[in-house]
C-alpha cells in the first residue's frame, strides 16, 4: 500500500521527484525494516511487522500518519522514531537512488580492504552516520545518516544533526579522498492525534568530489562493502562463522593470509545449507539465509515446512531472508566482473518473493510457500 509524505529535497535540482511529495510502499518499508534489524548490531526484534498496524487506514495514497504518538515516555519515542526513521530512509535509498548494498558504520575506523588500505576514516567526533551505501553495479559511493522526529516546527534541525553525522568520515584509498554523495534524511512524524498532523521527509545531498583512483582500488571498495553487507545480514541468521570470514577477508594485510582466508571462507560456505523456494515463480539461485519472525531471527536453520506454516497460522509473520549462493562465492574470490554480471541479472518479485537488487530476497512463508533443501 502507498504512503506519501511531504518533500523537500537540497539541492532542489538535484530532487529524484518532481511534486510536492515522495510515495513509499509500506511493503518497501518493512522490508527495508527487516535488513536494517538484521544488519544493525543488537537485539534483532520484529519493529518492522508491526508498522502496518499503527498507521491510519485511510487506504492507498494517503499521507504516512500514525494513529496515536510513537509512546508517552520520551525515552520511548525517541527510540522508535529513530528506528522507523532509519526504515523509511533507507526504503527511500533504495527506491529514489537505487542503492542496494548497505555498510553499516560503529564506532571505529573500518577497513574494507586493509591490503589495498581502503577504509572509512573518522574526522571528527561523535557518532558515524548510519550506512555507506552503493548501487548494485558498484557505483553511486554513498554515505548516509537518517533521523526520526517529531518536532513540530518540522525537520530542520533533525536534518542538520544528521548533516553533521554525514560529514565525519571519508572513505579513503591509500590516504587519498574518495568521491562519495553524502545524503541526510530526515523524517518528521505526522499523527492523527496528539502532534504534528503531516508527514514531512528531508533530504540534503551534495556530491564531494575526490582524488583520482585506480579500478583496482574501487573494485576493492565496492567488494568490502559487498562482504560487510552480505555478512552483517547472514549473521543473525544461523551462519556467524560463514559471516566472521567475509568479514575477516576484509582486514588481511598480507597476501598468504588472505589467501588462506580466502579458502577457509569458502569451505564455510560450501558447508552451509543452501536453501530453495518451493513452487517459485521467480528466477532465482539457492539462498543462504534463515526465517525471520515478529519475535526476531530464528537461528536453527532446518524448520521444516510443517513448522513454516505453524508460523503462519499463528500470526508471526515468518519471512525467508536470503542471499544468493552464487553472488556469496563471488564476493569471496573477489571477482568484480562476476559479481557485477549476477547483479545486473535483474531479479523480478513474483506474487510473493521480494529481491533487493543486492542478491537478497524476502520470502513471505505460508500458504504454500516454503523453503526447502538442505546442504
Known amino acids: 500500500m502507498t504512503r506519501t509524505f511531504f518533500h523537500s529535497f537540497d539541492p532542489q535540482a538535484a530532487s529524484p521527484v518532481s511534486g510536492a511529495t515522495v510515495d513509499l510502499e509500506v511493503s518497501e518499508i518493512e522490508d527495508a525494516g527487516i535488513r536494517e534489524v538484521l544488519q544493525t548490531p543488537g537485539a534483532a526484534y520484529g519493529a518492522w511487522s508491526i508498522l502496518d498496524a499503527l498507521l491510519t487506514p485511510t487506504g492507498a495514497g494517503t499521507p504516512f500518519v500514525f494513529r496515536e504518538p510513537l509512546g508517552q515516555a520520551r525515552e520511548v519515542k525517541v527510540a522508535l522514531s529513530g528506528l522507523f526513521g532509519r526504515f523509511v530512509a533507507r526504503a527511500y535509498l533504495e527506491r529514489y537512488f537505487n542503492l542496494s548494498i548497505f555498510a553499516h558504520l560503529g564506532s571505529r575506523t573500518i577497513d574494507l580492504d586493509r591490503r589495498r588500505q581502503v577504509k572509512i576514516t573518522r574526522l571528527s567526533r561523535g557518532d558515524l552516520p548510519d550506512w555507506i551505501a552503493c548501487a548494485s553495479d558498484l557505483s553511486s559511493l554513498t554515505v548516509a545518516e537518517a533521523k526520526g522526529c517529531h518536532d513540530v516546527g518540522g525537520p530542520a534541525k533533525a536534518l542538520d544533526r544528521a548533516w553533521a553525522q554525514a560529514r565525519r568520515i571519508d572513505v579513503t584509498a591509500r590516504g587519498r579522498k574518495v568521491t562519495v554523495k553524502r545524503i541526510a534524511i530526515a523524517t518528521r512524524w505526522g ?74 571462507a569458502r569451505s564455510l560456505l560450501d558447508t552451509s545449507p543452501v536453501r530453495d523456494v518451493d513452487k517459485a515463480s521467480a528466477a532465482m539461485d539457492g539462498l543462504i539465509g534463515g526465517i525471520v519472525t515478529r519475535a526476531g531471527p530464528l537461528t536453527d536453520t532446518g524448520v521444516e515446512p510443517a513448522d513454516q506454516e505453524a508460523l503462519s497460522r499463528l500470526n508471526l509473520r515468518p519471512v525467508f531472508v536470503g542471499v544468493e549462493h552464487e553472488l556469496i562465492r563471488a564476493a569471496i574470490d573477489a571477482e568484480p566482473q562476476a559479481i557485477r554480471s549476477r547483479l545486473a541479472e535483474k531479479g523480478s518479485p513474483d506474487e510473493f518473493a521480494r529481491p533487493d537488487r543486492a542478491g537478497g530476497w524476502i520470502i513471505p512463508l505460508g500458504q504454500e510457500r516454503r523453503i526447502i533443501g538442505g546442504i
Not at 218 to 224: E, P, Q, R, W
Not at 231 to 249: C, F, S, T, V, Y
Open 191 to 264: 499523527m492523527a492525534t496528539a502532534g504534528p498532523a503531516d508527514a514531512r521527509l528531508s533530504v540534503r545531498d551534495p556530491v564531494e568530489e575526490g582524488e583520482p583512483h585506480t579500478q583496482e582500488e574501487k573494485d576493492a571498495l565496492f567488494i568490502g562493502m559487498l562482504r560487510l553487507h552480505i555478512a552483517n545480514l547472514i549473521k543473525p541468521l544461523g551462519h556467524a562463522e560463514l559471516a566472521d570470514a567475509l568479514r575477516g577477508l576484509t582486514l588481511q594485510s598480507f597476501p598468504r593470509r588472505l589467501e588462506g582466508e580466502t579458502q577457509r
